[in-house]
């Protein structure tokens, strides 16, 4: 490993920590969401600036090439994210729906209610004459 | 009957049915006096609105489209804030004959969901292929579950009674098929009595059943992972029927 090679693996961690807490700090990120990166983040530091952690993680568990170690913990960090994005896609999914359903309802609600007091969109305006506005 | 009708509310998701809902509209009004009719359109961007208001139906107008189940549940709700009993799901495409419905409310004394059968005997409905295969097995399982006789459990004709309604206010599934296949799971799971009587169908104004053998083939293969999923969910909570 060259000097060059060592200042750019801690270079890109730091870059991309300072990324993340920069998100944070704005509210551009949310701290759930964050977390999954900031691990990565500060593991990606801890082996730029010790790379002996590497080796040594890697004869631990008993995989001969480190850099394999490193593809396999960035490629099921980004299948765990992957999921956990899914789930609020789902999440989100469903709370619009019922956004969907309870503005449809109230839309009824708001629609016999100008019936009954004879006010409405329509009679506002001078222009619609209290035509059906929704054709 | 006068009366039962009265308690009951006719929800009738409609997706760009222009053409057909407001005479359907009209058809149900006139079959079934005193009932009250929600068209729930689903995002529909023709006049289907415009169309089942002048017919003199209570029109929800989703903003944008959630399927059939979206847009049942949306009427389950209407249902349980308006103090309506029964609800009755009827297509608005006209394929349904209204005329059939006093034979599903009859039978909501003693069931919770009563489903009007393509199948069984009256009229002349068939399907053939794939498509046969998925129905012919979703109404084994789902007869075991259902602890009857099902032949037809994708029919979009069902009654559904008190019970019913105030599990499906809250718990009706949104997803693909989820109106069908997993509204019967739960039904079945939650000690819903289900039931199903012979209902005549119409060819539908516009659009045929599809029998493509792709099509048909991606439907069975969505039609079991609903099930299962269906079977694998945790069931609603115990509160939801009390």
């Not at chain 1, 490629?75 to 992957?82: Q, R």
């Not at chain 2, 509310?9 to 409609?14: C, D, G, S, Y």
């Not at chain 2, 069908?180 to 060819?203: F, K, N, Y």
Request: hydrophobic share 45%; proline share 5%; charged share 20%.
């Amino acid at each position: 490993m060259t000097v060059t090679s060592y200042i750019f693996g801690i270079f890109t961690a730091v870059i991309t920590l300072g990324v993340v807490i920069e998100m944070l700090r704005r509210n551009r990120l949310r701290e759930r969401h964050a977390v999954w990166w900031l691990f990565g983040g500060a593991l990606g530091l801890v082996i730029g600036i010790f790379p002996g952690s590497l080796e040594w993680a890697a004869s631990v568990i008993g995989i001969e090439v480190p850099t394999n170690l490193v593809f396999f913990v960035s490629i099921a960090l980004l299948v765990l994210v992957c999921i956990q994005h899914s789930s609020e896609l789902t999440r989100l999914e469903d709370k619009t729906r019922i956004l969907a359903e309870e503005s449809a309802l109230l839309a009824v609600r708001v629609r016999e209610l100008e019936t009954a007091t004879g006010t409405g969109p329509g009679r506002l305006g001078p222009h619609l004459d209290g035509q059906d506005t929704t054709e | 009957m006068p009366n039962l009708f009265a308690r009951t509310l006719i929800v009738m998701p409609a997706f760009n049915e222009e053409a057909v809902v407001g005479d359907v509209v009209r058809e149900v009004y006139a079959t079934l006096p005193g009932v009250h009719c929600l068209v729930v359109s689903d995002g529909s961007v023709d006049h289907t609105v415009a169309r089942a208001r002048a017919a003199g139906a209570t029109v929800a107008d989703l903003p944008f489209n959630l399927g059939v189940g979206g847009a049942m549940r949306a009427g389950f709700k209407y249902a349980r804030e308006n103090g309506f009993d029964n609800v009755v799901q009827i297509d608005a495409d006209g394929q349904h004959d209204p005329a059939g419905v006093p034979d599903l409310l009859a039978l909501l004394g003693e069931a919770d969901v009563v489903i009007g059968a393509r199948f069984a005997g009256v009229g002349s409905y068939t399907v053939r292929g794939p498509r046969k295969w998925a129905m012919k097995f979703l109404s084994a399982v789902l007869s075991k579950t259902a602890h009857t006789q099902l032949t037809d459990t994708t029919s979009g004709l069902k009654a559904n009674g008190p019970r019913a309604v105030a599990l499906f206010a809250d718990n009706y599934p949104a997803e693909y098929l989820g109106d069908t296949i997993e509204a019967l799971v739960i039904a079945g799971r939650s000690g819903l009595v289900i039931r199903q009587v012979p209902a005549a169908m119409r060819p539908r104004a516009g659009g045929t059943p599809s029998h493509a053998p792709i099509k048909a083939a991606v439907y069975l293969g969505r039609a079991m992972m609903a099930l299962a999923i269906a079977y694998l969910r945790p069931l609603p909570k115990a509160g939801a029927l009390e």
